[in-house]
């Protein structure tokens, strides 16, 4: 990733599991401008790199927050920050990409499920100042595991936390049966996600998600495949167990990329012809289908040779 140093200014324990950090700008420069919906990557030492919303407020140049759910039996990034990151200490981190970009709408429905509320906080202080119509249904496991709880209570009395120790598993269907004509913005686990996905197409609804983690695929494309650079006309195959990214990087070709796992975005490439296997986290359904960009870390080719724009 294209890294810039910034500084932890202040860490807050957030929810049981869960701290934010405010990051400040190294000798008080002003931070990078962002829009709700983006995330950063984050260097978490020998764990790589990790992507975390960016849950604060975009008008303040000066300090931006996130928020990390701290998973001892994960991949080590969580872990790491929980033991490293304190006030002054510095972070390597990216300019801000947005995959979850909030747009114009007159209503607006917001389904969050735990650490998932992160992009969904800036996208309600928009919808907010715009005067547009909105709900929010955040759930978690208990009220103690849902991060930014009392923050939106203060500021959005008429919000609907629904722990599920309390009141059950969200009620999707009705949810999305109430508010047909709205925007529905949708982050958490996979299985919020998923349902969301499958009730909105069934309603033909306007949804939109982003997931932390790739998404299942199951695919039956072929195992080696071919690619071809558009300016050189070099070509390069890649194998069974190769992703077109280690393919490329190995012949000294510089690919853009940070999480090699299809939910960040930043190896997105336009293609020029050749089928496509999606395998990503990102694009839409309607992207997809359309077959003219991929995500050079995990998707492969459904054709023999895949054209790309490089």
């Known amino acids: 990733m294209t890294e810039f140093p910034v500084r932890v200014s202040a860490r807050r324990d957030e929810a ?49 927050r996130i928020a990390v759910l701290r998973e001892p039996e994960g991949r080590g990034g969580s872990e790491y920050l929980h033991l490293t990151a304190f006030p002054n200490t ?20 917001f389904v969050a499920g735990g650490i998932g509320i992160t992009p969904i906080l800036p996208m309600l202080a928009a919808a907010q100042a715009s005067d547009a119509r909105w709900e929010l249904y955040y759930g978690g496991r208990t009220r103690g595991h849902m991060a ?7 500021r959005y ?31 958490g686990p996979e299985p919020l996600l998923a349902a969301v996905e499958t009730e909105g197409a069934r309603r033909n609804s306007d949804v939109h998600v982003e997931r932390f983690v790739p998404r ?19 070509t390069f195959r890649v194998g069974a167990t190769q992703s077109i990214v280690d393919v490329l990087d190995a012949a000294g070709i510089e690919i853009i990329t940070s999480c090699r796992e299809g939910t960040c975005g930043s190896c997105e490439t336009a293609v020029l012809a050749g089928d496509i296997d ?8 309607e992207e997809q289908a359309r077959g003219d960009t991929m995500m050079l870390c995990v998707s492969r080719a459904g054709s023999e040779v895949l054209v790309l724009d490089l």
């Open 16 to 64: 049981e599991g869960v701290f934010s950090l405010e990051l400040c700008a190294v000798a008080g420069r002003e931070l990078p401008s962002w829009t709700p919906g983006a995330h950063i990557d984050v260097a978490v030492g020998a764990a790589g790199v990790r992507q975390y919303s960016l849950c604060g407020d975009p008008a303040d140049r000066r300090h931006w």
């Open 90 to 109: 510095e972070l390597r981190i990216s300019r801000p990409r947005n995959n979850f970009e909030f747009l114009v709408r007159d209503s607006y429905v």
């Open 148 to 154: 930014f709880a009392d923050e939106i209570a203060r």
């Open 157 to 187: 009395p008429w919000a609907r936390l629904l722990p599920q120790d309390e009141h059950g598993l969200l009620p999707l269907g009705d949810i999305l049966a109430e508010h047909s004509d709205s925007a529905i913005y949708c982050c």
């Open 216 to 234: 299942p695929v199951a695919s039956a494309a072929r195992g080696s495949f071919e690619v071809r650079l558009a300016s050189s006309g070099e």
């Open 278 to 285: 999606h395998r990503d986290s990102v694009l839409t359904v």
